[in-house]
């Protein structure tokens, strides 16, 4: 069987994810572990965690609860702004490579933020540090979506996504793990440099070895090719000329870009409390050790990642088989998931503090069900507009406002007892509804009018009989070959399978400077 390089994009986008995304979980279970308890051992399911030994080197006394929870509120400040100029990053420049020195940067902060942990006493150095890595990776979604906007054929967009966001939901569950154990029993900064090294290397083997479309792939194997001349999405890679035709009127003023949009605002409430928040809740309500804390606050999202991968194969079937259409799809996805967390989170209230295997119950089903709703909103931007997905992404990704907000009304309302959780997660549950109630209306699956960019064009020429790909020459406005074109044209192909190779020009012939030299 040949290799089928879009399962290598797809895994390797899964692992890129499990990695960036985890950052923000290990950052949570370290300021869970090293701001002072008030008990130097702490009894769990694995036995006793020293907490003033040799794995508890270090004992921020000066810090807050509170200002933990203000510095995952400057991280997403950091993302929030970043969104956008992301999106529009990843369509004027190659979105790879922005992809790339996306998680670098911030991998490169995370080696970097034991430093002033340990060594200062004063917040401001860590929170820079958040708002920092908030803002460089805010580019990497939407520019990953934009890589995995050109690889998905018709058929298989669900799969892709849900596969590829596998790894951020699975990522808390890992990370949690990790850092746990970590903390507990080597050093409380071990996961920060354990996954600070892994995004390094990641983000060197990205840029290295993907491409931004098929068409720019050297070696593609002609049935893979074939594919994509059959289904695939037409996407051009970045440019000045595609990024200066963005429809930005149209784009605002559509209401099914705006279902996504406000889905992402819930997903990203939910998910913030998530990562961020439950671990200093079953501490606070049910008086957990770290390491313990770790495994529970880890199966929610384990059972999530198994519904999103199941889920997203479930409803490309139901798609390609007519039985649903693409728009029935992607709301059936998007309600239950969603609806089905937002009830979960609700029940929360009535749940006290003796009964904390109720709360895992409740957080389990509901967060794992939500992993249905990633083949609703998060794979609808391929749907609406392939081309300019990253701007799309980039737009619902403002959705990150929800994780601002929740974290800072967390810091308001929270206080060491099991009630003010309840107020917390009653507020979530009932935003959550509101946003399945609006998708449900408004939603749709179907490609925009406003969609086609002027620079849209056959990426892949069709394969003959006998698995050979005819060269496709680019042709200038006026139908004849632009001069840059014909210098570049005899470079462009493989003699063997006439396959376009990697250049260093943009779609107006122009040397692509940004970026490309890394």
């Known amino acids: 069987m040949a290799f089928q390089r879009r399962i290598y994009l797809v895994f390797l986008g899964f692992l890129g994810l499990l990695v960036s995304i985890g950052f923000r979980s290990v950052f949570s279970m370290v300021m869970v572990h090293v701001v002072k308890s008030k008990h130097a051992e702490e009894e769990g399911l694995f036995g006793k965690c020293n907490v003033n030994g040799t794995s508890r080197d270090l004992r921020v006394t000066g810090w807050s609860v509170a200002e933990t929870q203000y510095f995952q509120a400057a991280y997403f400040a950091g993302s929030f702004i970043m969104q956008l100029p992301g999106g529009y990053l990843a369509t004027r420049y190659s979105p790879r490579r922005v992809c790339g020195l996306s998680i670098l940067i911030s991998s490169v902060l995370m080696l970097l933020l034991p430093v002033p942990i340990q060594y200062t006493d004063s917040p401001v150095p860590v929170f820079i540090i958040r708002f920092l890595q908030g803002l460089v990776e805010g580019w990497s979604v939407p520019a990953m979506n934009g890589v995995i906007s050109a690889w998905a054929p018709k058929s298989e967009k669900s799969r892709m996504v849900t596969f590829v966001y596998a790894g951020a939901y699975l990522s808390p569950a890992l990370a949690m793990v990790l850092t746990g154990s970590l903390a507990c029993w080597v050093s409380w900064n071990a996961s920060l440099f354990l996954y600070g090294g892994l995004g390094v290397v990641w983000s060197v083997l990205w840029v290295c070895t993907i491409y931004d ?98 889920g997203g194969v479930f409803i490309d079937k139901l798609i390609k088989h007519n039985v649903l259409s693409t728009t029935h799809g992607r709301k059936l996805a998007q309600c239950m998931g969603f609806g089905v967390e937002a009830l979960c989170l609700i029940g929360l209230r009535f749940v006290n503090s ?25 794979v609808n931007p391929l749907d609406l507009a392939p081309q300019y997905v990253s701007i799309l992404t980039g737009l619902s990704r403002l959705g990150t406002l929800g994780a601002i907000l929740s974290t800072s009304v967390a810091g308001k309302l929270r206080r060491q007892d099991v009630h003010s959780w309840q107020t917390i997660f009653t507020i979530a549950g009932s935003i959550h509804l509101a946003g399945v109630v609006f998708y449900a209306i408004f939603a749709s699956g179907e490609k925009q009018s406003w969609a086609e960019s002027p620079e849209n064009r056959p990426l892949l020429a069709p394969v003959d009989s006998v698995g050979n790909i005819s060269t496709y020459v680019p042709e200038g406005e006026d139908g004849a070959q632009t001069s840059t074109q014909s210098k570049l044209t005899s470079s462009l192909f493989y003699p063997k399978n006439k396959r376009p190779l990697r250049n260093d020009f943009d779609e107006d012939g122009n040397p692509s400077w940004f970026l490309n030299t890394i």
């Open 213 to 310: 479309t098929p068409a720019l792939h050297p070696s593609l194997h002609p049935s893979e090719a074939d594919l994509f001349t059959r289904e695939g999405a037409n996407v051009g890679r970045g440019s000045q000329r595609v990024a200066n035709a963005i429809p930005w009127t149209k784009i605002l003023r559509s209401l099914p870009v705006w279902a996504i949009i406000l889905g992402s605002f819930c997903r990203n409430w939910i998910f913030s409390m998530m990562i961020t928040q439950v671990p200093q809740y079953f501490k606070d309500a049910f008086s957990k050790d770290i390491a313990t804390i770790g495994f529970t606050a880890a199966l929610p999202e384990l059972l999530m990642t198994i519904v999103t991968i199941s």
């Open 354 to 378: 003796k009964n904390d295997n109720i709360a895992l119950v409740l957080l389990s089903v509901g967060v794992g069900f939500s992993g249905l709703a990633i083949s609703g909103y998060q």
